[in-house]
Structure formats: C-alpha cells, structure tokens
C-alpha cells in the first residue's frame, strides 16, 4: 500500500488548522487540544515545520505559531517535504545511483513519471484546498 505517514497526516492537519484562521497565533498545546492529537507530537511536527519555513514561533504574552504565507501559498508538497523529505514513489526517482540496477531497468523511465505527475498533483492542492469542502472543492482534472 502507498500512503503518507501517519506523522505527515498529522502535520497536514496542524497546517489547515492554522490556515482556517491566518492571522491567529496559536500555542502546540492548543492546536494539540483542537486537534486531539498529544502535545509532544504537535511540538515535533511545528519544530520540523518551522525548520521548512512554514510556520513561525512568537515568544510571549499573545505569541504562537502562525503560517508564514497565505494558506494558497503553501502547497500539500511542502508540507509532505517538510516531513517526510523529498517525494518519491520509488528510490531511483529521487537521483541517479541509488539502485544497482537503474541502468538495465525497464520500469524506471515510467516510475519517475509517475513520481512526477503525483508531485504536480500535490503541488496543485494547497492548505486553502485543504479548508475547503471536499463538494466545493476546484476540480483538478478540469485545469
């Protein structure tokens, strides 16, 4: 089965968490209560996050974190980089020489098309689609 970790499922929601309100400085321990999820997680994840440059920490009475960009800005892509590390669909679509035997392989050409046209797919949907009713939401299939 090909799925996202757990952990970048959980990141995704701490980002449409903040992205329902922009302007909001929220604390790990609130998103953690809002989300249902253990505080220690939402802290790992907005440490990884802050690392990408998506969200930012403010210290003191009122700080929190916050996006960094407009929720249209930030594609599902980089949240799933942020942490998971670049997308691949298999280990040679990353760089060449990672597989012994990427120079005799017939499936190699079609998995790196296939790992680009998910990557365009996930770079369309950003944390605004993500807010959005799944009925409302743009159809990407139609441009």
Known sequence: MLKIAKLTDYATGVMVQLSQSPQRRVSA????????????????????LGRAGLVASTRGAGGGYSLTREPRAIALTDVITAIEGPLAMTECALADGRCSLEKDCA????????????????????????????AKMRRMDNG
Do not use: C, F, Y
């Not at 296939?114 to 799944?134: G, H």
């Open 29 to 48: 321990q609130q998103l953690a209560t809002e989300l249902g999820l253990p505080q220690a997680t939402v802290a790992s994840l907005l440490k990884k």
């Open 107 to 134: 499936t190699r050409p079609h998995w790196r098309a296939i790992n680009q046209a998910v990557q365009a797919t996930l770079a369309l949907m950003s944390l605004a689609d993500m807010t959005r009713p799944a």
